[in-house]
């Protein structure tokens, strides 16, 4: 799948841009099954969700711990008023669908597992690919959130380090937009936090002063295009101002070779094991 330039570069910058990787067709049956689920969401009995009274911390909590091994729907944080009320349609309003959609849906299924991600997957050194979260990612228009620098191995940890990210670009993602922001090179420096969970809360603990990169690139794509993430690479991407959105589909794989640390917050029960990239 990949070449030896393409492999080489991947190592030197900790990601790779490869245009025209799914076709539209793929795409927008993607949207659509996003668009049904959203649709389908119960927005008023998941309101409380973005309380941010410690019984709401805590419910925020178990919402994000359940959609584990679930399809939730979490709300863009300006996605609401003073009064509590949505300040736009529910279509306009969810930041994101996980976490499970791979596992859950057959069209995300399809869409992930297929023999050209198994070939990839291993051009990348996954030996033995597990594929424990999937994310549609909205970016609003007018109210799609910011996404803060972080490394994707602070939140899945494996010795030695194995989390690669795959990010497919269901629309066209500009500046503009708020498109992905990548430090080339940056995956070569320390892990510099790793999100803890202690039975059912969770907290980001500091593991190394080192700064966030303070010089990036933009990484401006057309829809279809699949951009790889060395897990230990700083990214980030900007809100979205304009009046398009910038939909993307990530999932995000580590080495079943490597050990998965206990106190990552995504754990999978029997009933739903983790796999990898094959059909
Ligand atoms: O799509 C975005 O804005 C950020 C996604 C990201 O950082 C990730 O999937 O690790």
Known sequence: MLNAQQQDRYQAEGYLVLPGFKPEHELAALRERARQIVEAFDAEAHR????TNDQGRRSADAAFLDSAEGIECFFEEEAFDT??????SKALSINKIGHALHDLDPLFDRFSRTPAMAE?????GLVDPQLWQSMLIFKQPGIGGEVGWHQDASFFDTAPRSVTGFWFALEDASIDNGC???APGGHHGPLRERYVREGDRLHMEPLDATPWPTQALPVEVA???LVCLHGMLPHHSLANRSPRSRQA?????????ARYAEH???RRSPALPVRGFAA
């Open 264 to 266: 990552n917050w995504l």
């Open 48 to 51: 409380s969700v973005f309380s």
């Open 120 to 124: 990839l997957a291993a051009d990348l």
């Open 180 to 182: 992905l922001w990548v």
């Open 83 to 88: 009064a509590g009320r949505l300040r736009q």
């Open 249 to 257: 589909y990530t999932l995000h794989a580590t080495d079943g070779r």
């Open 223 to 225: 829809a279809g295009t």
